[in-house]
């Protein structure tokens, strides 16, 4: 029903793109993919992760161009990049423009399921309704990010927003170790402190709810001795500003991974050590 962009991961055709580019296929729809030939194929889902807005799909068709996948732990701010995509349909466009920032917490998201909360890389390069899904690489060729999101002061022909120069990718780090889970099982996990939110509270930090399941029995965060009513207000030594702020840099890390939290109680502020576990999918 929409126009997206996407990327060849291999040369056996699994081709990687948003979540939100395929959701509506997922029920029911169909995909078509129009490689830079102008040939057309049919794809199937292999998998969808809602949490990273990621999915990976499948045409039949071998011998698929690949470009090579960079680190984007390395980018720095002022790079130059080139966003690659679809924007409003036209298709094989290219933009350039520099990284902005890094780790921008962004949360995105439709309306009709789970959002998606990512730890973004952040670009001037003109990003569009159509470029979802399409790589955004730098001054080597690599890429570095896959385009997602972007902010908009208002609207264009046909009710689309365009770009204000602030778009959003997601790191191609995360999005490789997503894309490898999706094709190896069709699912994917991501990083849990095994706590819920009060998405309420409008002070600064992450409150965790005080209502059932605040912090799961037996979880992470219950293990550290967190509790229910904390005050997340750090991790790692990087100050949390609100709860998308916390869950985008949860995410932003490994299952397995040991942060450090912050956080407040009656008063008190304390540090623990949380190891964090696999969602259940």
Known sequence: SGTGSGFFLSNDGY??????????????????????????YSAKIVGRDASYDLAVIKIDVTGAPTLQLGDSEK??????VIAFGSPLGLA??????????????????????????????????????GNSGGPLVDATGAIVGINSAI?????????????IGLGFAIPINQAKKTAEQL??????????????????YTGNGALISTEAN??????????AGIKAGDLI?????????????????????????????????????????????????
């Open 15 to 40: 081709v990687l793109t948003n979540n939100h580019v395929v959701e509506a296929a997922a029920n029911g729809g169909s995909i078509t993919v129009a490689i830079s030939t102008g040939k057309k």
């Open 151 to 163: 902010a908009s002061l208002g609207s264009s022909a046909g009710g689309q927003s365009g770009s």
């Open 233 to 281: 207000i750090a991790i790692d030594g990087v100050e949390i500003a609100s709860s998308d702020e916390l869950i985008v840099a949860i995410r932003s890390h490994n299952v397995g991974d040991k942060v450090k939290i912050k956080f407040t109680r009656n008063t008190v502020t304390r540090e623990v050590s949380v190891i964090l576990a696999a969602s259940k999918k």
């Open 92 to 129: 094989g466009t290219v933009t350039s423009g520099i990284i902005s920032a890094k780790n921008r917490p962004v949360t995105t998201g439709t309306g009709s399921g789970e959002s998606s909360f990512i730890n973004a890389l952040q670009t001037d390069a003109a990003i569009n309704p």
């Open 75 to 80: 980018v720095q701010v002022g790079d130059a």
């Open 214 to 223: 605040g912090v799961i029995s037996g979880g992470p965060a219950d293990k």
């Open 183 to 200: 094709i190896k099982t069709g699912s994917a996990t991501y990083p849990i402190m095994g706590i819920a939110v009060d998405t309420r």
